[in-house]
């Protein structure tokens, strides 16, 4: 469970190196006569500096070593039960106004939450050590590259976050050449992990960020979804570029020609699976590769094409229903050098999850620390149990992931969990038509997600919880961004969710997403056609290479890619509701992209 860890005494040498930077050093003195720690560690990301920390962790039963010859060099972790999920109730976007945090954030005045926060941090760290933790999300090299320091007391977030950033002395030395001086401050304690007392708090004009409360990794962890998109998004529009919570895969044919794509998708579509998809047989000499698994920042290069990188080094995945059907490259990522959150322990020193290969074992530790075996009605794993792990680990990890400039971008993906309405995949008309496919993006829940199934949400861009502002202005923001582009990526809606009248799902997925996908490289080539529909383009069943595909006939394929105008009716009017929920921020282009959709299944 979160240990309220006591101060650690490193060996001399260790932790004892501030970085020669004014401003840091200001800032970090700040915060110690504030929360008052026993001691302060400099973390410089070296091998052993980790070396030590893990043993520190051991020894406090923050983590557990599993088997070496089993998982070598990995760790288990256990949270606190009461903290095991983001909690978008307590996160905040604090800008001086409500109206720039947008209808769809919830908004908090700055100096008064500045003020609560000083408060709830005051003398918190007593008795601990204060970490500093110097990072940059990015390619060393790349104009895009950010850099962060994080304070935290908990030694579980200096493990993942060397995992999960490029950590240590490169960010001291970007930070000391840059023009512009400009870094992110993150501040985070575990308090006493009170779900009363936990806030995730953003403040856009200071590029600053506060979490207390909390030790999952989804809050805790602020270089990720707290400054790489909620910072990030807001940083993107006024330095006029796009941080967007993206993957992005290369993929290659037997000629050797190579394409990037990059792809949003909400929570349970397989996005994971996607940036590691995994060819079938029918597509020999056809590789796929990993550029990154969950976010995209992406800039406007010499070429006038859109350019991305991953600014993350690591993966910070959901294990549940994780194999080697599901996804291979991902199983064989976590081999080694993988510290698990919240799975379970089986007696042997191994991990073991629901959905894992083989069978379940016959007695194991669950994620609470309680006895489990097969028969137990609860959970062995909690479903939002996770891996850290490096990039590096991933076998089809592509080669240019340290582009400084970035991969150039052929397509955009946008993606949800629908059972009907969405066909197969469909194409954009244009870049501003693509934006509203983006825009009215929704995906169906799960009950395993919300107690509730089947309701269409809106998750526009997949970005709902991540975008620091007003979500109109961030559509305004990507119309804007369409006409700097002298070669737009093209834009496509892709639903591999879609079911038959016997409830079950028409399309296997998983590798056979491949078969999409080449769809869509082709239409980047020019090489193959399509159908005009009122949505856009939609490839015709023999644009489609099906061939060795057992239970996917051509009558199957034609239902995949049909569009039916009764169920576009209530979809047209799901948009239009959603759409009135953004009020005057909306851009008036995208209610015009919307009656001109309406208008073509009225002719």
């Not at 995945?317 to 291979?328: E, I, L, M, R």
């Not at 870049?431 to 526009?460: C, I, K, Y």
């Not at 199957?556 to 509701?577: M, P, R, Y």
Request: proline content about 7%; hydrophobic content about 40%; some cysteine.
């Amino acid at each position: 469970m979160d240990n309220l860890a006591p101060a650690i005494t490193p060996p001399r040498g260790l932790g004892t190196n501030p970085p020669m930077h004014r401003g840091v050093l200001n800032w970090v003195q700040e915060v110690a006569r504030l929360t008052q720690p026993e001691n302060i560690f400099w973390c410089d990301g070296s091998a052993e500096e980790n070396t030590y920390l893990l043993e520190e962790a051991q020894r406090q039963g923050i983590v557990h070593k599993l088997n070496e010859e089993k998982v070598p060099g990995s760790y288990l972790h256990r949270s606190n039960t009461n903290d095991v999920a983001r909690v978008e109730q307590f996160t905040f976007i604090c800008t001086p106004t409500k109206a720039e945090a947008g209808p769809t954030n919830n908004w908090a005045e700055p100096a008064e939450t500045y003020l609560k926060l000083n408060g709830m941090l005051k003398g918190a760290m007593e008795g601990r050590t204060m970490f500093v933790i110097p990072y940059i999300m990015g390619p060393p090299d790349s104009p895009l590259a950010k850099v962060g320091f994080e304070i935290t007391d908990s030694i579980y977030v200096v493990l993942s976050m060397r995992i999960m950033t490029r950590m240590g002395d490169v960010a001291v030395q970007r930070l000391e050449g840059s023009e512009n001086g400009e870094w992110n401050r993150g501040v985070h304690s575990l308090l006493d992990v009170n779900p009363d007392r936990r806030l995730i708090c953003h403040f856009p004009q200071d590029n600053a960020i506060i979490s207390v409360g909390s030790g999952y990794g989804g809050n805790v962890l602020l270089s990720k979804k707290c400054l790489a998109l909620r910072i990030g998004s807001y940083l993107a529009r006024q330095q006029g570029w796009l941080a967007e919570h993206m993957l992005i895969l290369g993929v290659e044919s037997p000629e050797g020609q190579k394409h990037y794509v990059a792809a949003a998708f909400p929570s349970a579509c397989g996005k994971t699976n996607f940036a590691m998809l995994i060819p079938p047989e029918r597509f020999q000499g056809w590789k796929v590769t990993t550029v990154g698994d969950d976010i995209a920042w992406m800039q406007i290069a010499e070429d006038g094409r859109l350019h991305a990188v991953n600014p993350e080094n690591g993966y910070f995945g959901v294990v549940p229903g994780t194999s080697h059907k599901s996804n291979a490259n991902a199983m064989k990522s976590i081999e080694r050098d993988t510290l698990y959150t919240n799975v379970a322990l089986t007696d042997d020193g191994d991990v073991w999850w629901e959905g894992k290969d083989g069978a379940p074992p016959a007695h194991a530790i669950d994620w609470k620390g309680a006895d489990w075996t097969p028969e137990s009605k609860k959970k062995a794993a909690h479903p939002n149990s996770r891996f850290a792990v490096p990039m590096r680990n991933n076998p089809v990890l592509d080669p240019e992931v340290e582009k400084g400039e970035g991969v150039p971008i052929s397509a955009i993906i946008f993606g949800g969990r629908r059972s009907n309405t969405m066909p197969l995949v469909f194409q954009a008309r244009d870049w501003e038509h693509g934006t509203f496919l983006g825009a009215t993006m929704a995906s169906e829940t799960t009950a395993a997600a919300t107690g509730a199934v089947g309701q269409v949400r809106r998750d526009p861009m997949a970005m709902l919880p991540f975008c620091g502002y007003n979500m109109g202005q961030y559509f305004r923001h990507w119309l804007k961004i369409g006409p700097r582009l002298k070669n737009p990526p093209l834009i496509f809606h892709v639903n591999w969710f879609r079911k038959g009248a016997d409830g079950k799902f028409l399309w296997p997925g998983f590798g056979h997403n491949m078969r999409v996908l080449e769809w869509i490289i082709d239409r980047c080539e020019g090489r193959v056609g399509a159908n005009e529909a009122p949505i856009g383009f939609v490839p015709r069943p023999e644009d489609l290479d099906i061939e060795g595909m057992q239970n996917v006939s051509s009558a199957t394929l034609t239902e995949l890619l049909s569009v039916k105008a009764d169920e576009w009716e209530k979809e047209l009017e799901g948009q239009e509701k959603f759409f009135k929920t953004l009020g005057s921020d909306l851009p008036e282009e995208l209610n015009a992209q919307h009656d001109k959709v309406a208008a073509r299944f009225k002719s």
